[in-house]
């Protein structure tokens, strides 16, 4: 709560109204002093984000341990206890994707890595060979292995759709597509590809997952009596539900990095594997125990509904993943 000085003067610095106590009946607003120090706007601007007090490790506790509990108690009425989820979700999900920006994955950097040494070798190789033909055509490429993909060049391609038999030409949306691929293979190695889709593929995870909550909601709604809830239920079920897969995945993230700072080869190197181990298995798990818990029904039905809600947004998922898969493909350069 805010310590500040309470106003001799007893009128609303906002709306003017006769404040008798330490909030105006009439706005809400505070009757503080308006003047704060650099240490009260900090403390202030801490204590807006978690919410006051213990409300933010409450919330968090219980988003951790106790599955459903924040959507029931919100649901019920009971919100200032509790970060809003909203709230929540943004800011664990500024948290996680401010920490991936700050400290790239692993496997980018090693086959960053490895992509160096490699092309190191070849330039090495052709130097000592002295053929200057296969060096330029090498310099030029950027690329160590053309054949990864086993594509055909757009001349052989252009010279089968003028000539070649009807059955072996593309139509206009596969030839599309294979200029496109064969431009991307041509411009990028293999490891370019994927380092250059892994770094996509986090930038745009926010979008991702912004995509699928309210597809996740709907599946929901499918699913559960239409009388009793409402599909405002289910999404804050599903930002509840989304927030904990952030913070889960955030946590395993933190030890990996922690833990990665003393080496590979460092006796904590467990840490980290059971940390990841522990935290899948809970996070595949959790959806049970929370659907069980907010909606109510008996555990055999809540079982079957898990399982289907599973696969139906797996399914979904896959299918999204796939069509910004070929998006970001595409659109590499």
Not at 114 to 126: G, P, Q, R, Y
Not at 256 to 283: C, K, Q, Y
Request: some cysteine; proline content about 2%.
């Amino acid at each position: 709560m805010s310590h500040s000085k309470i106003r001799e003067d007893k009128t609303c610095l906002n709306c003017r109204h006769v404040v008798e106590q330490k909030f105006c009946p009439n706005c809400g607003q505070e009757n503080t002093d308006s003047r704060k120090t650099f240490h009260h706007l900090f403390v202030h601007f801490f204590e807006d984000l978690t919410h006051y007090e213990n409300a933010f490790w409450k919330t968090i506790k219980n988003l951790l341990f106790k599955p459903s509990t924040l959507t029931k108690e919100y649901l019920s009425g009971k919100r200032l206890s509790y970060l809003a989820p909203v709230r929540l979700y943004i800011f664990i999900s500024f948290i996680t994707f401010l920490l991936i920006a700050l400290f790239p994955s692993n496997l980018t950097e090693e086959l960053t890595k490895n992509d160096k040494e490699i092309t190191s070798n070849f330039e090495k190789e052709i130097k000592q060979e002295k053929k200057s033909w296969k060096e330029k055509s090498y310099l030029k490429s950027k690329t160590v292995d053309k054949s990864y993909f086993q594509m055909k060049t757009m001349k052989e391609i252009d010279s089968i759709q003028k000539y070649g038999k009807e059955s072996e030409k593309l139509n206009a949306t596969s030839y599309w597509f294979y200029e496109k691929a064969v431009h991307v293979t041509e411009k990028n190695t293999k490891r370019e590809i994927i380092i250059k889709f892994i770094e996509s593929f986090f930038h745009n995870l926010p979008k991702i997952l912004f995509i699928i909550m309210p597809f996740f909601a709907f599946f929901l709604w499918l699913f559960h009596n239409k009388k009793r809830w409402y599909y405002f239920d289910h999404g804050i079920f599903t930002l509840h539900y989304f927030s904990f897969l952030l913070l889960i995945f955030l946590i395993m993230f933190i030890i990996d990095r922690v833990i990665g700072l003393f080496g590979e080869n460092s006796p904590l190197s467990f840490v980290s594997g059971i940390t990841n181990f522990a935290g899948t298995i809970w996070m595949c798990y959790y959806f049970y125990p929370a659907h069980h818990r907010f909606y109510g029904e008996s555990r055999i039905v809540s079982f079957a509904k898990s399982v289907c809600l599973f696969i139906i947004n797996s399914l979904f998922i896959i299918f999204l993943l796939t069509f910004y898969v070929l998006y970001t493909f595409i659109n590499l350069h």
